[in-house]
């Protein structure tokens, strides 16, 4: 009977939705006229299990890219650097900064206008050699972070550990509207029980960073 109540509540639609509207950040607006020297793409949303030479292959996450490539085409950015190296244990793999980087071409950003940080593994190393790579251009102004929004919150952490002045631009969102509806409350949806999979994985993830002091 406890493992039945269990499951109910995990595989809730209505609780999930509650839990990420707690942890992600909330979308922001750039209506301000405000503009940004460059924003920062932080990778894990290409598939690594297909390697074909003329197009690249998407997990969910796929705003990160879509969003910053809206805000350079509407003139609020004018570089992009992309953050992250392959997620392959053999060293064969291409990084996802260089096949991000493939897409952004591919959607007619140019060339001079991309830049790429690729031995990346993890978000604190994201951040270091992120900061690294702007002092190593000489970049200055104003940066916008581009992640996730349940993972915004460790990547603010580390960014701001690493000494990265920035805004947040959020994307990518678990969460919904709240609706009280009958099949949000009552019926049971397997996709729940895959979204806490991922928001328990971002806690624990964030809990270890704050206990080695990276956040």
């Given at each position: 009977?406890?493992?039945?109540?269990?499951?109910?509540?995990?595989?809730?639609?209505?609780?999930?939705?509650?839990?990420?509207?707690?942890?992600?950040?909330?979308?922001?607006?750039?209506?301000?006229?405000?503009?940004?020297?460059?924003?920062?793409?932080?990778?894990?949303?290409?598939?690594?299990?297909?390697?074909?030479?003329?197009?690249?292959?998407?997990?969910?996450?796929?705003?990160?890219?879509?969003?910053?490539?809206?805000?350079?085409?509407e003139g609020r950015?004018?570089?992009?650097?992309?953050?992250?190296?392959?997620?392959?244990?053999?060293?064969?793999?291409?990084?996802?900064?260089?096949?991000?980087?493939?897409?952004?071409?591919?959607?007619?950003?140019?060339?001079?206008?991309?830049?790429?940080?690729?031995?990346?593994?993890?978000?604190?190393?994201?951040?270091?050699?992120?900061?690294?790579?702007?002092?190593?251009?000489?970049?200055?102004?104003?940066?916008?972070?581009?992640t996730s929004a349940?993972?915004?919150?460790?990547?603010?952490?580390?960014?701001?550990?690493?000494?990265?002045?920035?805004?947040?631009?959020?994307?990518?969102?678990?969460?919904?509207?709240?609706?009280?509806?009958?099949?949000?409350?009552?019926?049971?949806?397997?996709?729940?029980?895959?979204?806490?999979?991922?928001?328990?994985?971002?806690?624990?993830?964030?809990?270890?960073?704050?206990?080695?002091?990276?956040?």
């Amino acid at each position: 009977m406890a493992g039945m109540v269990l499951l109910f509540l995990l595989s809730n639609p209505f609780l999930v939705n509650e839990a990420f509207l707690s942890w992600e950040r909330k979308p922001v607006s750039l209506d301000n006229g405000k503009n940004y020297r460059a924003a920062i793409i932080l990778t894990g949303f290409t598939g690594l299990r297909k390697n074909t030479a003329d197009r690249v292959y998407f997990n969910k996450g796929a705003d990160r890219l879509l969003h910053t490539v809206q805000l350079y085409k509407e003139g609020r950015i004018r570089t992009i650097i992309v953050s992250g190296g392959s997620g392959s244990l053999t060293k064969n793999k291409i990084s996802e900064a260089a096949q991000v980087k493939k897409a952004l071409l591919y959607c007619g950003i140019p060339d001079s206008a991309i830049v790429i940080e690729s031995r990346s593994h993890n978000t604190v190393e994201n951040a270091r050699l992120s900061r690294k790579l702007i002092d190593s251009l000489g970049l200055r102004g104003n940066f916008l972070l581009v992640t996730s929004a349940f993972h915004m919150r460790r990547a603010e952490g580390c960014f701001k550990k690493a000494g990265v002045r920035f805004d947040p631009y959020p994307v990518d969102v678990y969460s919904r509207d709240r609706a009280l509806t009958p099949d949000e409350i009552l019926i049971p949806s397997e996709a729940a029980l895959d979204k806490w999979s991922i928001l328990i994985h971002e806690i624990t993830g964030y809990v270890v960073y704050w206990i080695m002091g990276y956040v």
